[in-house]
């Protein structure tokens, strides 16, 4: 699968210069990042009943290029700078969870106006590296996310039973959520078990794995105040769900599964107790057809419809 848009799909400038003001920016005024992330109007602040879309763009960072076939998708960062702010131009989008480079892109093209910000914290386990478990926080830190005015960080937790490495893993994410917390910032905690299969980490998606999960993230830190969940949606979502009273935000899924269906399974996780929203990346910003703002849409429709129902159930 290719996931370059047909010619238009995207309707942006494909001028190869187009961002090459970023680049002057920050050869002799780097400190621009700094005032573009002060002056920068602050999302209202997050709601329930009110089902929070963030657009994710943190893979790039742990070397994780590839969509489908296309081993380099994500490689060409003008075209990822272009969906982004395709998706952020949605008033439905409520914000972006990113890497540092690519939130600092942001800040100074102006696109972060009235969104939430969450910057990703470790990105240490390198897609394909011999010791990929071995996640160190190589990304924002608590400090630097309170000095954006940025909303919370997330942590990507795989937890591998026969890897050592693990425990090392849990005591950072441990410490970064004491850190956001003493901040009163969010810590978005994205939690697998894994295992080692053919040289390669593989997560276990089974209701079992993902539920035993849940229970060891939610557990770590010394305060679960400002703790949020980032779960899949698998098989038995609502066994899932029963596992947590952490707000629950859904990532994406697989990108190369059916479009329909992967809507179709985020509508009926979107319904269930807990879940807060949706935090989505290569889904929609390389969906199969390239028409990013059509998906992004879509998505949008979903939220809305599972917001409706649940303000239709607590007026009944």
Not at 164 to 176: H, I
Not at 220 to 230: N, P, R, V
Not at 273 to 287: A, D, F, I, K
Request: charged share 25%.
């Amino acid at each position: 699968m290719s996931v370059n848009p047909a010619a238009g799909t995207l309707a942006v400038d494909d001028d190869p210069r187009r961002y090459e003001h970023l680049s002057i920016i920050r050869l002799e005024d780097p400190d621009a990042i700094a005032r573009a992330a002060t002056a920068r109007r602050r999302h209202p602040g997050v709601k329930a009943g009110k089902q929070n879309f963030i657009v994710a763009a943190d893979h790039p960072a742990r070397g994780a290029l590839a969509i489908g076939s296309d081993p380099m998708a994500m490689a060409d960062r003008r075209q990822l700078l272009d969906r982004l702010q395709i998706a952020l131009a949605n008033s439905d989008v409520d914000g972006v969870l990113a890497s540092p480079d690519i939130i600092d892109d942001l800040l100074l093209l102006g696109a972060l106006e009235g969104k939430l910000v969450f910057g990703s914290m470790n990105r240490g386990g390198l897609s394909g590296l011999v010791n990929e478990l071995d996640d160190r926080f190589t990304g924002h830190t608590a400090a630097a996310l309170e000095a954006l005015g940025a909303d919370g960080g997330k942590m990507l937790t795989r937890i591998c039973l026969g890897d050592p490495d693990t425990v090392a893993t849990l005591e950072a994410t441990a410490k970064a959520i004491d850190s956001l917390a003493g901040r009163k910032l969010i810590a978005m905690v994205e939690p697998f078990l894994s295992i080692w299969e053919n040289g390669r980490v593989r997560n276990d998606l089974s209701t079992n794995a993902v539920i035993k999960s849940v229970a060891i993230a939610e557990g770590l830190g010394s305060t679960s105040a400002f703790t949020w969940m980032k779960l899949p949606v698998v098989a038995e979502m609502e066994r899932v769900m029963a596992s947590t009273t952490m707000p629950t935000v859904l990532l994406g899924g697989d990108p190369d599964s059916r479009r329909d269906d992967v809507f179709a399974s985020w509508e009926a996780a979107l319904a269930l107790p807990g879940v807060q929203g949706l935090t989505v990346g290569r889904t929609l910003l390389y969906p199969h057809d390239g028409d990013v703002a059509g998906a992004v849409a879509t998505a949008a429709s979903l939220l809305h419809r599972a917001a409706s129902a649940r303000a239709a159930e607590v007026s009944e």
